[in-house]
C-alpha cells in the first residue's frame, strides 16, 4: 500500500475512536454506490428505519447493528471532502 493510502487510511483513527462500537466491519460495493457498516457479526436485524437523507438503521432486539448508506459517494461533497 502506498503511503499516500496509509495516511488516507490513518485519517479515519480518530473519527473511528469516538464510534460508540468496538468493532466496525466495513465494506463499500462502488456499482451500487453503497457504504455498509456493521458493528455486530453476525447480525439479524429484526427491524430498520430509512432516514430522510437516505441512511437505512438497522436494529435488532432495539439495538442499532448497523448502518447503510445508500448514495454514498455523494457524501464525499457534503462533508467537504472532493471526489
Same mark, same amino acid.
Given at each position: 500500500?502506498?503511503? /499516500?493510502?496509509?495516511?488516507?487510511?490513518?485519517?479515519? /483513527?480518530? %473519527?473511528?475512536?469516538?464510534?460508540? =462500537?468496538?468493532?466496525?466491519? /466495513? /465494506? =463499500?460495493? !462502488?456499482?451500487?454506490?453503497?457504504?455498509?457498516?456493521?458493528? !455486530? !457479526?453476525?447480525?439479524? #436485524?429484526?427491524?430498520?428505519?430509512?432516514?430522510?437523507?437516505? +441512511?437505512? +438503521?438497522? =436494529? %435488532? !432486539?432495539?439495538?442499532? +447493528? $448497523? +448502518?447503510?448508506?445508500?448514495?454514498?459517494?455523494?457524501?464525499? #461533497?457534503? =462533508? $467537504?471532502?472532493? #471526489?
Amino acid at each position: 500500500m502506498e503511503a /499516500v493510502e496509509v495516511r488516507k487510511a490513518l485519517n479515519l /483513527v480518530p %473519527e473511528l475512536l469516538d464510534v460508540p =462500537y468496538s468493532r466496525i466491519w /466495513v /465494506v =463499500y460495493d !462502488k456499482e451500487a454506490d453503497v457504504l455498509y457498516l456493521n458493528f !455486530k !457479526k453476525p447480525s439479524h #436485524a429484526d427491524d430498520s428505519e430509512l432516514t430522510d437523507d437516505d +441512511i437505512l +438503521i438497522r =436494529y %435488532e !432486539k432495539g439495538e442499532v +447493528i $448497523g +448502518i447503510t448508506v445508500l448514495n454514498a459517494s455523494r457524501r464525499r #461533497a457534503e =462533508y $467537504g471532502r472532493g #471526489a
